[in-house]
C-alpha cells in the first residue's frame, strides 16, 4: 500500500482565492510527521509546514494551513489567498517514527497553478 | 547562514561511465538523506546517514550505488556504470539532530542525464 496519496495531478485556482490539496496517509506507527513541500520549476524542495501526530491543533504558517484529520488518516493542505508565485508542484509527505524512524515517504505531487 | 549545496547541478554522461556527487549539507545538521526524483514523481529515498554512519539504505538501491559520509560532513554518491535508467534528479537533504525539529532541508539537487 501506498504510504503516501495524493489524488489531485493538476490543480487550478484563481488569483487571491483559497484552494486545498489533498493528502492522505497510511501507517500503524502512532509517532509520525506529516509534512508539506512546494517544488518550483526551479527544482528545490522548500518546506511549507509540518503537522506531528500527537499535535492537538492544527499547524499554520501564514497563508499555509494544514487540515490535520487523524481518524480519516489526511493531512490536507490550505492554500489562503492564492498568489501568482504559489504556482508549483507540491508534495505531502510523511516520516515513521519521529523519534528514531529515517525514511521520508512522499507522494506523487499535485500541480497547482495560480490564474491571473 | 548557508543552506544544503550540491555540486555539480547538472552531469551528463555516457552508459557504462561512473559519475559521483557530493552534498554539503547544513553545519549542524547531522542527518543527512539522499533522493532520487524521476520526471512526474515525488522525491525517492535511497539512503539515510546519521553522522558518518549509513544507517538505512533503500532496497530498491541498485550496488552500482555507493554512498559515503566520511567525518559526518559533506557526502558523496556515486553511481557505477550508468544507465540510462539513472537518468534522474538526485537530491541531498539534511535534519538537525532528533528533538530539535522533524523537517528537512532540502538542496538544489544534481540532475543526470545518461545517454
Known amino acids: 500500500a501506498q504510504k503516501i496519496t495524493q489524488t489531485q495531478p493538476g490543480m487550478f485556482v484563481q488569483e487571491k482565492e483559497a484552494v486545498t490539496l489533498d493528502c492522505t496517509y497510511d501507517t500503524s506507527d502512532p509517532s509520525y510527521g506529516l509534512f508539506w513541500y512546494k517544488q518550483p520549476s526551479s527544482g528545490e524542495m522548500i518546506f511549507l509546514i509540518y503537522q506531528g501526530s500527537y499535535d492537538q491543533q492544527n499547524a499554520t504558517e501564514g497563508r499555509y494551513s494544514l487540515n490535520f484529520q487523524k481518524a480519516r488518516k489526511s493531512a490536507n493542505l490550505v492554500i489562503s489567498a492564492s498568489q501568482l508565485g504559489d504556482s508549483a508542484m507540491y508534495f505531502c509527505?510523511?516520516?515513521?517514527?519521529?523519534?528514531?524512524?529515517?525514511?521520508?515517504?512522499f507522494g506523487t505531487g499535485t500541480s497547482l497553478t495560480v490564474i491571473p | 547562514d548557508t543552506g544544503v549545496s550540491q555540486d555539480p547541478r547538472h552531469k551528463i554522461t555516457k552508459r557504462g561511465q561512473n559519475v559521483t556527487f557530493r552534498c554539503d549539507p547544513i553545519?549542524?545538521?547531522?542527518?543527512l538523506y539522499w533522493y532520487r526524483q524521476t520526471l512526474g514523481q515525488g522525491p525517492e529515498f535511497l539512503t539515510y546517514?546519521?553522522?558518518?554512519?549509513?544507517?538505512?539504505k533503500s532496497r530498491l538501491l541498485s550496488d552500482r550505488f555507493s554512498a559515503e559520509r566520511p567525518k559526518g560532513s559533506f557526502s558523496t554518491l556515486e553511481i557505477q556504470r550508468t544507465e540510462q535508467g539513472d537518468s534522474a534528479m538526485y537530491l541531498c537533504a539534511s535534519s538537525p539532530p532528533a528533538g530539535i525539529s522533524y523537517e528537512q532541508y532540502f538542496g538544489p539537487g544534481t540532475r543526470l542525464t545518461v545517454t
Open positions: 509527505a510523511m516520516r515513521e517514527g519521529l523519534e528514531t524512524g529515517n525514511q521520508f515517504y
Open positions: 553545519s549542524e545538521h547531522n542527518r
Open positions: 546517514f546519521q553522522n558518518e554512519a549509513q544507517l538505512e
